[in-house]
């Protein structure tokens, strides 16, 4: 996420290192340098030149502290102007009406189906709402049945008439529908459409009007860059839209609309979609996600989805096992199900402080766990209940049977051995609370899986 951006503002900032104070020529060289990672990452010209001129601004004059480097204020004073850049504070749904109706409006292709779903599976685990998933793209016929598949995966009720070809007369047929079966959120998903379009433009307009949602979210793809910041504002100028939902913030995102989207139709980000999984979706922390831009890490939300999945009961167990010397590889298993239920790897260590740098160039698999996976389910239930057992031969059957090297056998041997020592230490006074802290990240072995 943004790891292009990451690196060249990082270089930027180099430029004050060893200098004992900040001056107008070293901070306008490093300026210089931020505002064209900025113009790399497709921000809009014009926002870019003012970003660098605001920070200038407040950088000239400022008195370094003694325990602060040049370098480290001026990241600050970026990371301040990011976050306001991006919005400020954090903008929440408006979820007021009962049933509350919430119009989805973007382009074809951008993810409005799949963000429908992932938002209505929010609002139920998240919000201990009921949602009503309602298909209003007449023109694309594997819509309605993409829509249907996401519901029934998600327990969630899904509206449409397929014969129908109005979809004002669906979404308020919709809205009547969720009313007499008690469900309290209207989720409705439009079909994509082109800002040139004027009669699809029209469409979505006459929908708006007719059913006057309580929120209209515009969802934009965030690998267009500054074509996603054009068409929002097109968007904008017919719907008065209410938020943006940034999708695939997981892939190669230059960061372009995401950093300047809000300045040019001044309206919030309000979540984000970080991959395919229908729980990967976010709310958007202006803060968080600068700090993240600038290698900070994002401890925040990485503590937040760690204590989403803590399994106290589970915990519990666990220190059992391990006071009594019967921790194995079962449990290290559903400690291993706990971490994955967090997200993506590489998402997960790009909210560690300093982790994106030091390990810019090192691969993470998308499932970095398979490997253990494979070899652990290779063992019979006697071996992973009681690792010590596990000798030369039996290695050689493991490694046969999970298609590994008994060479990566003998490492997980090694790095479980080494982790149930320390878990073990942890047990002791004063290790308690750490065992507590760590929750779900005790799954983790002692040397990172799935990279290369």
């Not at 998903?189 to 699809?200: N, P, Q, Y």
């Not at 065992?435 to 990172?448: C, E, I, T, V």
Request: hydrophobic residues 40%; proline residues 3%; contains cysteine.
């Amino acid at each position: 996420m943004f790891d292009n951006l990451s690196d060249k503002l990082d270089k930027a900032f180099h430029i004050l290192k060893g200098h004992g104070k900040i001056t107008e020529v070293n901070v306008a060289e490093t300026l210089k340098e931020v505002r064209r990672a900025l113009l790399d990452a497709d921000v809009n010209f014009k926002i870019a030149k003012d970003f660098t001129t605001k920070v200038k601004d407040k950088a000239i004059g400022q008195n370094v502290l003694t325990t602060l480097q040049p370098g480290q204020l001026l990241v600050k004073l970026v990371k301040d102007e990011l976050t306001e850049l991006m919005g400020g504070d954090v903008s929440g749904i408006n979820l007021s009406g009962n049933p509350t109706v919430i119009l989805m409006s973007g382009l074809q292709g951008s993810g409005k189906t799949t963000f429908s779903g992932k938002l209505a599976n929010y609002l139920k685990t998240k919000k201990n709402k009921k949602p009503l998933l309602v298909a209003c793209d007449i023109y694309r016929p594997a819509a309605i049945k993409q829509l249907h598949v996401v519901g029934e995966s998600l327990g969630i009720d899904v509206y449409s008439e397929p014969d129908n070809t109005n979809p004002v007369i669906i979404a308020q047929n919709a809205i009547s529908f969720a009313k007499h079966q008690g469900l309290n959120v209207v989720i409705i998903d439009t079909a994509g459409r082109l800002a040139v379009d004027e009669a699809m433009m029209t469409e979505i307009s006459n929908v708006h009007q007719a059913i006057k949602p309580h929120e209209t979210l515009f969802v934009v793809d965030s690998m267009t860059g500054q074509d996603a910041v054009n068409t929002a504002k097109a968007f904008n100028d017919i719907l008065n839209f209410d938020g943006v939902v940034l999708t695939k913030l997981d892939g190669d995102t230059r960061g372009g609309a995401a950093i300047s989207i809000k300045t040019v139709v001044n309206k919030p980000i309000k979540f984000v979609g970080t991959g395919e999984k229908m729980d990967a979706i976010d709310v958007f922390y202006p803060e968080r996600m600068a700090e993240r831009i600038l290698g900070m890490g994002d401890v925040v939300s990485l503590v937040e989805k760690a204590q989403e999945h803590y399994d106290e009961e589970e915990a519990r167990k666990i220190q059992k096992k391990i006071a009594k010397n019967e921790f194995g590889f079962d449990d290290f298993l559903s400690q291993i199900q706990q971490v994955k239920k967090m997200g993506n790897m590489k998402d997960l260590v790009g909210m560690i402080p300093g982790a994106s740098k030091a390990m810019k160039d090192v691969e993470i698999e998308d499932d970095a766990f398979k490997h253990i996976e494979a070899i652990i389910h290779s063992m019979t239930p006697i071996e992973r209940s009681k690792p010590a057992i596990i000798d030369v031969k039996r290695k050689a059957r493991i490694a046969k049977g999970s298609g590994t090297k008994i060479e990566q056998v003998n490492q997980l041997m090694k790095q479980f051995d080494q982790m149930s020592k320390m878990m073990k230490m942890m047990q002791g006074p004063g290790g308690k609370n750490m065992m507590k802290m760590m929750g779900n990240m005790k799954g983790m072995p002692g040397g990172m899986p799935g990279m290369r």
